[in-house]
């Protein structure tokens, strides 16, 4: 029979607990909009206890960025196999979970919340980014890649970005047409670049030659030779 004693926390376990309840309300508000003594209420434990684990509020929103920050990162993994339309859609489908479940805190991250301007947030906003662009080349089957290629896909992940937030401001867009649509949106600047250089053309080209005839890049082609005639 249990006695109703409540464990206590390690230091450790006490710290992440902290970086869980924050996320989840960084989650749903804006970080400038949450305060200390909400987070404690939350954790069920004082406010100057928080601060014994957290200097301050802004520790503990970079605490909760570095797992975000993970989680996004970790939403671009995919393996390689199958055709690249397919594992793009489930990329992006994962992409645009995180955004539906952590909005206002992914727009905080992206457009600056009370971290501003420190240079621990922005090297986990680069981290995202970069771990985003490193997958993306690795489905590409590119290791090093040329100029113009780096330049489309670096692009494409601001895209996706900047999609994200503008959907977040009012959802007037179904999700999965905004999912397929970056997913064409990358194989038509990279039928751009090949179209300039023959590097991303023959790059391309394979990977073109085993998408079904269901598959978002095949859908794009006909809907393109459609709106031509």
């Given at each position: 029979?249990?006695?109703?004693?409540r464990r206590r926390l390690g230091?450790?376990?006490?710290?992440?607990?902290?970086?869980?309840?924050?996320?989840?309300?960084?989650?749903?508000?804006?970080?400038d909009e949450v305060s200390i003594d909400e987070i404690a209420s939350?954790?069920?434990i004082s406010r100057p206890l928080v601060y014994?684990?957290?200097?301050?509020?802004?520790?503990?929103?970079?605490?909760?960025?570095?797992?975000?920050?993970?989680?996004?990162?970790?939403?671009f993994t995919e393996p390689h196999e199958?055709?690249?339309?397919?594992?793009?859609?489930?990329?992006?489908?994962?992409?645009?979970d995180f955004v539906d479940e952590h909005g206002p805190g992914f727009?905080?991250?992206?457009?600056?919340?009370?971290?501003?301007?420190?240079?621990?947030?922005?090297a986990l906003i680069d981290s995202v980014r970069q771990a985003a662009y490193e997958q993306i080349l690795a489905h590409l089957g590119v290791g090093e890649p040329p100029a113009r290629l780096e330049l489309v896909v670096r692009s494409w992940i601001s895209l996706a970005e900047s999609t994200a937030l503008i959907w977040l401001d009012g959802r007037r867009v179904p999700r999965e047409e905004l999912e397929v649509q970056l997913v064409q949106s990358l194989g038509a600047l990279l039928a751009v670049s090949?179209?300039?250089?023959?590097?991303?053309a023959e790059l391309l080209r394979p990977l073109l030659k085993q998408e079904p005839g269901d598959g978002p890049f095949t859908d794009l082609v006909t809907r393109l030779v459609t709106l031509a005639s």
């Open positions: 029979m249990s006695t109703g004693t230091v450790e376990e006490r710290r992440q607990q902290l970086i869980g309840v924050a996320l989840d309300l960084f989650s749903r508000r804006s970080p939350a954790a069920g014994h684990y957290f200097p301050g509020k802004l520790s503990l929103y970079e605490a909760a960025l570095k797992r975000a920050s993970d989680d996004l990162a970790g939403r199958g055709p690249l339309g397919a594992r793009l859609l489930r990329v992006m489908a994962r992409f645009f727009s905080a991250l992206m457009r600056g919340g009370p971290a501003v301007g420190s240079t621990t947030t922005n090949a179209a300039h250089d023959t590097e991303t």
